[in-house]
């Protein structure tokens, strides 16, 4: 028995030197404090780069839809299926807690890198563009339980909240790059090119294969006999470690044994809906806002605002998110607390989505409003998400803290799912948006030729000519026809018999009697405006559908927000499921105990504690 055991263990063979390089990237000693930031530093880089190449498509979703002659409905069945496949690509990433989640992270970056950069460029249907989207859901799925797992595997508790708030930037900056990148560059790339908005895909999805670099080469994973573990301050790491030493392969195994059994508990399952339903409008922001700015809110000169100047408004919605994200993770530190921010933050978050959802009342609300408002109800969204984050993975380690991937892949199945659900019934409540969306190339100057001038501002400056042109379209639009304008343009010019016999002939005995009747209009700014009143005539039914779907648009969108505010108020009696103190004072004594604990532990072995 002894010789078999030894045959085979002599069979088993250290990884070679380029598998080891791409595939092993365990370490075997929880690192100091440099390392461990570098390492969490590298890991919030990747989520960061992550979800900007997953967001990319909202910054640029008007062009999207015109470019492929996509309806809105089809653009959130996108949506919406892209997050179901991720929702269920969360669940298998729950063996990261056995095999790791460096690999996970790394050659994710690869595949949505290429995805990105090559695929979505290459598109030139609906559904391959469709099909490319749906792939990223996949991958995305995957992402999310592994990084905010790997984020937890290198934070103590004590330091969990700044971590997670860390982590959080990952989407909410994703966001924000996505915005950034679109509005300085979006103009530039569409400039007589209707494909420019390609461009943005290009610039993510580069960044992607970067990041893939320096990921492959640096991030690193905790052995799982050290991240099974549960480390509350730095002063837990030698004992940590001399843990670690001393368990076997069997008890790796044991503690990972029916994962699911131990995870499937309702307050951990209740507190992932619970959050899924307050971040409604988190999602909505991050899929929509470009659309929901664009199609709503008009510039002074009474034209709806231009996809630059959306993702203007969005970048201030994640640069108060992202920097909240990071001060409310560390005051949670600091008060050892995380219940008390999760309700105020969500108080907070009803009132200012109030104050938001009104302001669709007045398209002309001003920018800066506009900004100061989004910019506390992003706060207050940050003042809630960043404790409740760190508060969940405290609740999955006092379940087990060796299946801290699994209780994320609950999470993120969760999340996912409802997401994807909600944005079903999206289109139903603000059915507005497909002929807003459809037609918005009729409204503003576009580099393909659609709309040589900006209708809405044309509209503004001359409503009575604009009217007087609606209401004789049919016969105006022979007279303005691009036929038909060297001779109107000579008989206006020199009124003569052989000119006016030439007019007459060319358009009509009946058209000719409507310009004969309307002389005095025609006479004078018809004839000046002569190719503006033609384009009117031409796209009236698009315009008029247009003007109907934004005069709906906005109670609609109220209504949408109506259904996240409901979300918002159905999480408040979830926050009652997480562990922890509400009392800072109280906190700080179950700390203190610990470092007793901590400290007895350590003698009983004779070790000293790390220094912190």
Not at 18 to 44: C, M, Q, S, W
Not at 316 to 344: C, E, N, Q, T, Y
Request: proline letters at 5%; charged letters at 15%; a neutral charge.
């Amino acid at each position: 028995m002894a010789d078999g055991t030894a045959a085979l263990a002599g069979q088993t063979k250290e990884p070679s030197g380029l598998t080891k390089f791409l595939f092993v990237h365990e370490i075997d000693e929880y690192p100091g404090n440099g390392k461990r930031t570098a390492y969490l530093a590298l890991a919030v880089l990747a989520t960061i780069i992550l979800y900007y190449t997953y967001f990319t498509q909202t910054g640029v979703t008007p062009q999207i839809l015109v470019s492929y002659h996509m309806t809105f409905s089809f653009y959130v069945w996108i949506v919406v299926i892209s997050n179901l496949i991720g929702a269920f690509a969360s669940l298998p990433a729950s063996k990261t807690d056995k095999l790791g989640r460096s690999n996970v992270v790394i050659y994710g970056l690869l595949v949505i890198g290429i995805l990105v950069a090559f695929g979505v460029p290459a598109c030139q249907t609906e559904w391959q563009f469709a099909g490319v989207i749906c792939l990223l859901g996949l991958v995305e799925g995957a992402i999310l339980v592994a990084t905010p797992a790997l984020v937890r595997d290198f934070s103590p508790q004590l330091g969990r909240a700044s971590a997670m708030g860390f982590w959080t930037i990952g989407p909410v900056a994703g966001s924000l790059i996505t915005s950034m990148v679109a509005a300085r560059t979006l103009d530039h790339f569409m400039a007589g090119n209707t494909t420019g908005w390609k461009s943005q895909f290009v610039i993510s999805g580069v960044s992607s294969l970067v990041v893939f670099v320096l990921a492959l080469f640096f991030l690193k994973d905790l052995s799982s006999r050290l991240r099974d573990q549960l480390m509350v301050s730095e002063q837990d790491r030698a004992l940590v470690e001399a843990r670690a030493r001393g368990i076997s392969e069997e008890e790796v195994l044991a503690a990972t044994a029916h994962p699911w059994r131990q995870i499937l508990k309702m307050d951990l399952i209740g507190s992932a809906i619970g959050i899924s339903l307050f971040l409604l409008l988190y999602y909505a922001a991050s899929a929509f806002f470009t659309i929901y700015w664009s199609t709503v809110f008009k510039n002074p000169n009474g034209v709806n605002l231009s996809t630059s100047q959306a993702n203007g408004l969005n970048s201030w919605f994640w640069w108060a998110d992202a920097v909240a994200l990071i001060v409310f993770g560390i005051l949670s530190d600091k008060l050892k607390v995380r219940k008390p921010l999760m309700l105020v933050g969500a108080m907070g978050s009803i009132v200012m989505l109030m104050v938001f959802l009104h302001q669709a009342d007045n398209p002309h609300t001003p920018l800066d409003t506009l900004i100061l408002i989004e910019v506390a109800l992003a706060a207050c969204i940050s003042l809630t998400y960043a404790p409740w984050m760190a508060g969940y993975t405290e609740m999955v380690e006092a379940r087990n803290p060796a299946l801290v991937g699994t209780g994320l892949a609950l999470w993120g199945w969760i999340l996912r799912l409802t997401v994807g659900l909600s944005f079903i019934f999206l289109p139903l409540v603000v059915n507005s948006v497909n002929p807003v969306v459809d037609n918005l190339q009729y409204a503003q100057p576009a580099p393909n030729g659609n709309a040589p001038f900006s209708v809405q501002q044309f509209q503004v400056e001359h409503p009575k000519l604009v009217a007087f042109a609606t209401s004789n379209a049919s016969w105006l639009k022979v007279l303005t026809s691009k036929e038909n304008a060297p001779i109107v343009a000579a008989a206006h010019a020199d009124p003569s018999t052989a000119n006016i016999n030439a007019l007459s002939a060319a358009v009509g005995p009946a058209v000719f009697a409507k310009v004969t009747a309307n002389f005095a209009e025609l006479n004078g700014p018809v004839f000046k405006y002569q190719s503006q009143l033609s384009y009117l005539a031409l796209h009236q039914d698009q315009l008029t559908n247009l003007e109907n779907g934004v005069s709906k648009s906005p109670a609609q969108w109220q209504h949408w927000f109506w259904v996240c505010l409901g979300g918002m108020v159905l999480f408040i009696p979830t926050i009652w499921l997480n562990r922890g103190r509400w009392s800072p004072a109280r906190a700080r004594e179950d700390e203190r105990r610990h470092e007793a604990d901590v400290a007895a532990e350590l003698a009983a072995l004779d070790l000293e504690p790390v220094p912190v």
